[in-house]
């Protein structure tokens, strides 16, 4: 899909990433919704409610559509814009709000009601039996939300600030090399 | 408007909401020390907030100081939530008493009924203090559960319901 | 937020400890009774427009600033230098 000879990109460096455990090749200043694109990726995401399938739309901060989840280590940033996220060897990026896959997913039956369903018609629903809210109705409904997921391992990132404790502290110099025990 | 002056001041209380998120924190977590609180909604968005910002206004919008001691609030609970976005933030007025607890008392005006001063714990309180303020509109009586909201207990100094024991003064709550 | 100290110049609201109202200053006399020492202690004009406050400039030169402000556009009118004796 690429114009031959035109672009941004450095076609001498290639780059490697994958995308919902598919690897794909790119190039050096690449975004990853251009990368996606030029391997003919439209496929990218769904949407919130009715699982419809979505693409890259925009070209920039406003992308609604291309939200991935990007991997790091343990770090995971869930809700990134593809057209936001320069293309770096090893990037790894998953689908979000579909199970199992992106091409089949099992919520987008959802779709098959939306023409049933009016704007707001969860003010009016799961209201009975009344115990099943708790149980039955809220788990599913909070399953269900939401785009991506937080990862809730230690990611080894580097942050500018911390919050660490010890149990001394010495600022002091240290002739005696105490504290290279 | 009543010409009244009341022990209130208004102060802002900001409050933040992320992007929507698969189910990571199912309860209200409260981090006193921090002054931080998270939970998340039905929708997938983490709803976090902290302190006052610590000045009267209404303007129903805070400042970037408090944004910054919030997150690190949070961040220091659940370094996690490092990585969502915040989508939206605002602030609410609140309406603040010296020793932070509210007032359901009649005032020297004949018809004129205050409920109010509720701080930052109003919306919880919504269902009791309104059946509490009814009964008192009713029968000109409190109610027994709000018999010592009284408008009149700073003056007399007896009655205050200071919950973190610092006393009745308007910028410590 | 920026405090235009008399003394420091413009600093950033973080600065400074906010205390309350102004009224602050005008301590009545010991023996003013119950119903004046209330007011003086509790009772607020509380405005959404045009307000006087107390702060003190903590993290700076450590003066006390009567700062005239709006409360409902944050918007920060003046800042004069109180007198050790008015508090």
Redo the contacts between chains.
Sequence with gaps: MRVAGKGLIDRNRVLRFTFGGQSFEGFAGDSLASALLANDQRLIGRS?KYHRPRGIVTAGSEEPNALVTLERGF?????SRATMQPLYDGLVARPQNAWPSLKFDVLAVNDVLAPFLSAGFYYKTFMWPRKFWEWVY?PA???A????????R??HEL?E?A?AHCDVLSSAPDPLGLWRL | MAGM??????HVLQAFVT??????I?HVISFGMGHFYIS?S????LVFGGDLD??????ARG?L?MVEHVA?AG??LM???????MLRSWGGIMDMT?DGSPIIDKTHIEGLYLNAGWCYGGFKAVPASGHCFAHLLATDRPHSAAARFRLDR???GRGLMDEEGTG????LH | ?RIDCPLCGTR???EFY????ATALARPAPDAG??VW??Y??????P?GV?E?LWHHEFGCGAWLAVRRD????AVLSARLVKGDQL
Excluded: W
Aim: hydrophobic share 25%; charged share 30%; proline share 7%.
């Design positions: 919130f770090a995971r940033e869930p809700n809220e409904i909070r399953q939300a939401g785009l991506g997921a937080l990862s809730k230690y990611d942050y600030k919050y | 002056r009341l022990p209130i001041e208004s992007e929507g998120l698969k189910p990571c199912d998340q039905d929708k997938g968005g610590m000045y009267a206004s209404y303007a400042n100081p690190e961040m220091t370094p996690m939530i490092g990585k969502a976005r010296p700073f003056r007399s009745a003064q308007h910028n | 937020m950033d609201r973080r906010y205390s309350g109202h119950a119903q209330d007011d202690l509790h009772n607020r004009e509380n959404a307000t406050d409360t409902v556009s944050h």
